[in-house]
Structures are given as structure tokens and as C-alpha cells.
């Protein structure tokens, strides 16, 4: 893969990060209400929600370097009717605009909480028909290795991971920043925060499962397929073996580092703040483990006709 080629993974990963990390953000806001109070909620809430802005952010902006005249992208929407692709712009559009909005209220305007609820799951919305309208683009029938509903699925599982995996490090490293700029950190904050990540280690892990099985399915497909299929079953196991294994070992290795250091802090006599160096590997690692999953994505697949 070039340079323009990579574009496109970094688009989907951060795209697919961002709706899983809003996601997983909001569930946190909606039940945390029921036992903090709004102004604490809206503290928790609002630097995660400009991460996830400027992710979105570096999303659009990396997928233009797949262009070869990035400058013209505007006109990709007139297809809207017909094309997926048009739509995925249109969409992701929508997604970031709506969370733009978010990030406005949430930062400038005390109160609103309806709206505020509102604008969130309705970014959450789009961002999941963002995400739909991503793997639509690859159901074609002259690509086999793609032609399947596992390549939608995988997409939504990749979103989940990726969102479980960012918003734990964003939580740590907020309270830990805010911390060190010596700015007030109350008590309830750092509560809700620890039992956040608790929360979500424990969510990473069965996350993992479904999206392993998913990946395992997809080879077990390829094998018992047609001949193309068990082309790109063959560059899988021989010429991309290595990176495989490695994709998996980032992707076990990543939840491990989340999981077990969280489950087990208690025991270790470690603050929630003292975590962020294994949470922020963890994570790293999971991102890297998707970046090489979407490259075998491409690079495995054998097309058939014109």
C-alpha cells in the first residue's frame, strides 16, 4: 500500500473510534446522572467530548490524502442517490456537524441537559449510519473477500473496540492532566472515573470475543470457499501470516493491559491515575492491532471480472 492507499485505514479507524467513544461516553453520562450531580456529569463529559471532535477531525482530514485532487472532494456528494461512497461522505459530514454542536453547548452553555442528551445520541445516530454506509462501499461482487454481511459486522465490532479501548485512556489521562495543572478534582469525579474504567476493561474483554470469532469465521469462509476466496485465504496464511499473528497478539495483548491492571488495582494499591501508562499502551496497542487489520482487509482481496 502507498501513501494515498493508507489514507483510507486511517480514515476508517478514527471515524469508527470516534462513534465508538461517543457512544460509550453517552451510556456513561446517561447512568451516571442517576447518581452524581449534572455539573460534575458535564465536567466528566466535556474534554473527552473534544478529543473525540478533533479525532473526527484528523479522520476527514487523513481520508482527503486518498485523493488525488483532495481539493475537488466536494463534488463526491452529487452521487448521494446512488452511490455509497456519497453517502459516507454526506454522513460523516452530518456526524461531525452534529458533534460540533455537542462540543458548543457542552463547553459554553451551562444547563441545556435535554438538548445536549439530545444532540448526543443523534451524532450517535448518524455515526452509526457513517459507519454502515463505510462497509456498504466494499460489498462488491467482483471483490469476493469482501462480499460479505462479516465485512458491515467487523466494522461495528472495530468501532466498539476502539471506542472501549479510547475512552478508558481519555478518562485516565483527563483526570490526570487536570490533576497536574493543579485545577480542583472532586472527589466524585475520580469516583466516577474509576468505576468508568472498571466498567469498561470488563466491557473490552467481551468485546474481544465476538470480534476474534468474527475474524476466525471470515478465514474458516474464505478456506471453504470459491477459488479467489481461497486465493485470499492463501495470501492470509502464507504471504501474510506474519502480520495475522500480529494482529492478533495486539489485539489480546492490548485487552490484557487494560483488563487485568484495572480488575486488579485494588489488590495492587494503585490509583486510578497511576494506571494511565499501561491503559495508554493498551490502547495503543488495540489501534495498531486494528491499522494492520484493515490493511489485510485490503490487501487480501482478489478481484473477479471488470
Keep these: 500500500m502507498n501513501l ?6 486511517v480514515y476508517t479507524v478514527l471515524i469508527q473510534m470516534a462513534v465508538g467513544t461517543l457512544l460509550l461516553l453517552w451510556i456513561l453520562r446517561l447512568f ?3 447518581k452524581y450531580s449534572q455539573e460534575v ?13 478533533v479525532t473526527i477531525i484528523f479522520g476527514m482530514l487523513g481520508a482527503h490524502f486518498h485523493l488525488s485532487r483532495p481539493y475537488l472532494s466536494f463534488l463526491a456528494v452529487r452521487n448521494f ?4 461512497l456519497s453517502r459516507e461522505i454526506v454522513f460523516t459530514m452530518i456526524f461531525f456537524l452534529i458533534t460540533a454542536a455537542l462540543w458548543f453547548f457542552q463547553w459554553y452553555r451551562k444547563g441545556h441537559w435535554g438538548l445536549k442528551t439530545a ?34 459486522i467487523s466494522y461495528y465490532g472495530s468501532m466498539l473496540l476502539l471506542g472501549v479501548m479510547a475512552l478508558a485512556e481519555i478518562l485516565i489521562m483527563d483526570l490526570r492532566f487536570n490533576k497536574v495543572r493543579q485545577t480542583e478534582v472532586l472527589t466524585e469525579w475520580v469516583v466516577i ?28 469462509w474464505l478456506r471453504t470457499g470459491t477459488a479467489l476466496a481461497q486465493t485470499s485465504f492463501d495470501l492470509l496464511m502464507e504471504l501474510y501470516k506474519p502480520l495475522l499473528i500480529i494482529r492478533f497478539l495486539m489485539l489480546l495483548t492490548g485487552v490484557g493491559s487494560l483488563f487485568f491492571p ?7 494499591g494503585k490509583t486510578i491515575q497511576e494506571l494511565f501508562t499501561p491503559v495508554y ?17 485490503y490487501a487480501a482481496h482478489i478481484r473477479t471480472g471488470l
Excluded at 457513517?130 to 465485512?151: D, R, S
Design 4 to 9: 494515498r492507499e493508507w489514507a483510507l485505514p
Design 32 to 34: 451516571g446522572r442517576n
Design 41 to 53: 456529569i458535564d465536567r466528566v463529559v466535556r474534554d473527552p467530548l473534544l478529543i473525540i471532535l
Design 81 to 84: 442517490r446512488t452511490s455509497w
Design 119 to 152: 444532540l448526543g445520541w443523534l451524532a450517535i445516530g448518524f455515526g452509526f449510519v457513517t459507519v454502515y454506509c463505510m462497509g456498504h462501499i466494499y460489498l462488491l461482487p467482483t471483490q469476493e473477500a469482501w462480499n460479505t454481511p462479516e465485512t458491515i
Design 193 to 220: 472515573v474509576k468505576e468508568a474504567v472498571k466498567w469498561l476493561a470488563v466491557a473490552a474483554g467481551v468485546v474481544l470475543i465476538p470480534v476474534v470469532i468474527l475474524n476466525l469465521a471470515h478465514l474458516y
Design 262 to 268: 484495572v480488575t486488579l488495582m485494588k489488590r495492587s
Design 281 to 297: 499502551l493498551a490502547c495503543l496497542l488495540v489501534i495498531i492491532g486494528e491499522v494492520l487489520g484493515r490493511f489485510l482487509f
